[in-house]
């Protein structure tokens, strides 16, 4: 390991070397088993006698900072090492906020058998060797920071002809995830304290993210026609919302709510921002329109991702702006992390121009389909589904809170979500919800023996 240390004048040297070695042990940025360079060699570097370096390890080594191993080294010891590294003496704090926000779900390390953890697709069935194939390309530059043109103009077809939007490739921009591209609608919309209104239940990933940038977060309930737009607050600036399948629970937003909603956007000038997260797994029943369609007025922004139909790892989603706030989310992109990787872009441009999107696509649906179908005839009698026939989930409420139950299902090896956490208020309806991408048929059969 090259350890960095900086020698000031030609006195007390091994002084130098042996205090710059302690700190970095001590703060922990020389670790346990670290090997440090042969005092040959760090001499060489230092340009100081050889025995200058040999007299500060043997310090270190003599108050157990440093072992030497025959034949192999000098290392990093173990007892002479914090257990973690403290910097003291600090006042900096984070804004009070991040006191209450950590990565959701919150990151459980049980074993697990039977996962039925939520919007985790199957990557097992991802067709891993034609995407490498894809990877080649030569995109060594910083790119546009909208995203790469032939991604933009792949992505404006599939959705234009899958889900109807209405869109060029103009109105894109290519984000990490539609969690970037939510981060960059509040940017470019939000002054602090401004009110951001949310499904309840809901995505807390997304909650989570308004609240962190000083949004003032209100939950509006949805019902079985999805959110009830009689209850937004008057001052809502932005409307977030999962209209063709609600996340948690499953129900399309009727097309009555679609145009009240869009009717309230505009006599609010709000903004209502449509997660189209899984739609393209639908096993039944007609899509709905989306919002972004039937909004001729440009006050909905519509967001996509592809953690779903490909991989969650690519990080890769997109935005579609309605003309007001083009310039500005473009910009918003650039300062964010001035563009998203080309080379993934490119290789995703390729897989949908080529077909392999749609053919991946018609695949997994058919194998959700059936998991689908297996789960929601099998539910125990005391649960009850919310009928739902799209994405990768289901969700199935209870009489009572399914807490002792979970508990007991995941000391078993089930990793099951309940729908509590999908929701801050107090009276959440119990129930769970299961995800199906993550486990097979056959899981799913054996899984639901022990959902009891
Ligand atoms: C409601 C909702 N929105 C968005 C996403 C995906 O976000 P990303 O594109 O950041 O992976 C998910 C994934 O589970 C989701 O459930």
């Known amino acids: 390991m090259d350890v960095h240390i900086s020698l000031d004048g030609r006195r007390d040297l091994s002084g130098q070397i042996y205090r710059q070695l302690r700190a970095a042990i001590r703060d922990g940025r020389l670790r346990p088993d670290d090997a ?6 760090l001499a060489r570097r230092l340009d100081v006698a050889r025995n200058t370096v040999s007299v500060a390890y043997d310090r270190l080594m003599g108050e ?25 003496g600090s006042a900096l704090r ?19 058998t039977y996962d039925f953890r939520v919007g985790v697709p199957d990557t097992g069935l991802f067709p891993h060797a034609t995407w490498r194939r894809m990877l080649g390309s030569e995109q060594h530059g910083y790119g546009n920071p909208v995203g790469h043109k032939g991604l933009r103009a792949a992505i404006a077809r599939h959705i234009g002809v899958s889900r109807a939007v209405r869109t060029g490739p103009g109105d894109i921009v290519i984000t990490s995830g539609i969690q970037q591209a939510l981060d960059l609608i509040c940017r470019v919309m939000l002054e602090p304290g401004d009110r951001v209104a949310v499904e309840d239940p809901g995505y807390p990933p997304a909650h989570l993210l308004f609240r962190s940038l000083g949004a003032d977060v209100v939950r509006v309930p949805v019902d079985d026609e999805g959110l009830c737009v009689d209850a937004l607050p008057p001052n809502a600036r932005i409307v977030y919302v999962t209209p063709s399948h609600q996340f948690p629970l499953g129900v399309p937003m009727s097309l009555r709510r679609r145009t009240a909603l869009l009717d309230w956007a505009r006599r609010h ?6 997660d189209d997260y899984d739609t393209e797994f639908r096993f039944g029943g007609r899509p709905i329109e989306p919002l972004q369609n039937l909004d001729s007025s440009g006050h909905v922004v519509y967001v996509g991702s592809f953690s779903k139909t490909m991989l969650p790892s690519l990080r890769i989603g997109f935005l579609v702006a309605p003309a007001p706030l083009r310039q500005a989310l473009r910009a918003a992109k650039y300062v964010s992390d001035w563009a998203s990787p080309m080379g993934t872009q490119a290789a995703l441009a ?9 053919r991946h696509i018609r695949r997994m649906r058919r194998e959700y389909q059936a998991r689908h179908e297996l789960l929601t005839t099998n539910l125990p009698s005391w649960l009850t589904l919310v009928p739902c026939a799209a994405g990768l989930h289901v969700t199935a409420l209870a009489k009572d809170d399914p807490a002792p139950a979970v508990t ?29 991408g993550a486990i097979t048929s056959t899981g799913i059969a054996k899984g639901l023996e022990l959902v009891r």
Do not use: K, N
Request: glycine share 10%; with cysteine.
């Open 36 to 41: 440090l360079p042969p005092t040959r060699e």
């Open 269 to 274: 000038e709000a903004l209502v921002i449509e």
């Open 350 to 358: 390729r897989f949908i121009d080529e077909g392999l999107l749609a």
């Open 64 to 88: 157990g900072y440093l072992t030497g191993r025959v034949g192999s080294g000098t290392f990093v010891s173990e007892a002479g090492t914090p257990a973690h590294a403290v910097t003291q």
């Open 94 to 112: 984070p804004r009070p906020v991040w006191d209450s926000i950590a990565p959701w779900p919150s990151q459980d390390t049980a074993p697990v």
């Open 408 to 436: 007991r299902m995941r000391a078993a090896g089930v990793a099951i979500m309940t729908l509590a956490e999908c929701s801050r208020s107090e009276s959440a309806a119990p129930g769970l919800v299961f995800g199906y």
